[in-house]
């Protein structure tokens, strides 16, 4: 809330000073008084516009070699002065420290910006359209999104969107290099195996990574009833302000849920395919030793060698067994 307003050799004002109230305030008086002249003071401390030979030609005061205006808010003092030879300087009173700034063109220091709190909704000159009410739908809807500061939660609600159609087409592209992989395991088994042993040993260190995933789903979850919750109880600039802090928060969960899951669906895949594997192995191993043990069986009814016919003595088949 505007305090105060000085304004010296500023067009018609030689020396003003004017005090608001808190509230409504309304400035009256005969026509060329200088009514207008104090909403021109407010948008040159403003916007540092105009410059150059147009200022001294329309805002100097004739026969003086230097304007200043005083604006005090609630939130500190903001001093502007420009003479007929420089650009001048702005001035800052904050928590009891004066900071001194150059000026170089129509450039407005942030300090001074952020003491005004002061944007193009705020001012209205004297011979513009009336506010909102000669604007489009679109146009005053725009005015009232940059109001309330809705604009900002509409903005992070797309960042999201575009965050979350970046992680799925991810996810697909991820799909197509497991298809790959499965592709290469069931082609090269005997690599496979190769790597087995490894791979076992690092299934629990899997499992926690696992755990760690379900827990960061937790607090997003968490978060999105944050959200919903916020976005039911907006009412100034300060709630919209939590919320996108907790939509920051929102976004670099996601992107750690989603790296997280992907990798374990992954490695999921592969544990799976090697327990396959593990399992057809023994499956072969006993098959082997029951054929070694019925050709043992077989051999020792021979009654004749199969490849001379001749009949087999005991001692004969014994080597023949030995041999084997």
């Known amino acids: 809330m505007i305090k105060t ?22 400035i009256v008086g005969a026509s060329d008084h200088g009514k207008t002249s104090i909403i021109r003071a407010i948008e040159w401390l403003r916007t540092n516009s105009p410059g150059g030979d147009s200022f001294k030609t329309c805002y100097l005061r004739d026969g003086e070699d230097e304007s200043k205006v005083i604006l005090e808010n609630s939130a500190g003092t903001v001093i ?15 928590a009891g420290k004066i900071q001194n700034y150059s000026v170089l063109g129509n450039d407005v220091p942030e300090p001074v910006i952020e ?22 739908p679109g146009q005053a809807a725009k005015y009232l999104n940059g109001i309330t500061k809705l604009d900002k939660l509409t903005n992070a609600l797309d960042i999201i969107k575009r965050r979350l159609a970046s992680a799925g087409t991810e996810i697909d592209n991820l799909n197509k290099q497991i298809d790959n992989a499965n592709q290469y395991l069931e082609s090269g088994i005997q690599d496979v195996l190769q790597e087995l042993e490894f791979i076992q040993k690092n299934i629990t260190r899997c499992i926690d990574r696992r755990n760690n995933v379900v827990n960061s789903i937790s607090s997003l979850q968490k978060i999105i009833a944050e959200i919903k919750w916020v976005k039911s109880k907006i009412i100034d600039s300060n709630e919209i302000d939590k919320v996108g802090k907790i939509l920051d928060a929102v976004s670099n969960h996601i992107e750690t849920a989603e790296s997280k899951r992907t990798e374990l669906e992954t490695i999921e895949q592969i544990i799976r395919k090697c327990k396959s594997i593990n399992i057809t192995i023994k499956e072969g191993k006993l098959s082997m030793k029951q054929i070694e043990k019925e050709l043992l069986e077989l051999r020792g009814q021979l009654t004749k060698c199969p490849y001379c016919d001749s009949v087999l003595t005991v001692k004969t088949k014994e080597n023949l067994l030995k041999s084997e």
């Open 80 to 94: 502007r002065t420009r003479g007929k030879t420089s650009t001048g300087s702005y001035k800052t009173y904050l």
């Open 115 to 136: 003491i005004l709190n002061l944007t193009d909704i705020n001012v209205q000159m004297q011979l513009e359209p009336h506010f909102l009410l000669l604007q489009t």
């Open 5 to 26: 307003l000085t304004i010296k050799n500023f067009q018609s004002h030689e020396n003003s000073k004017l005090k608001f109230s808190p509230g409504f305030n309304v």
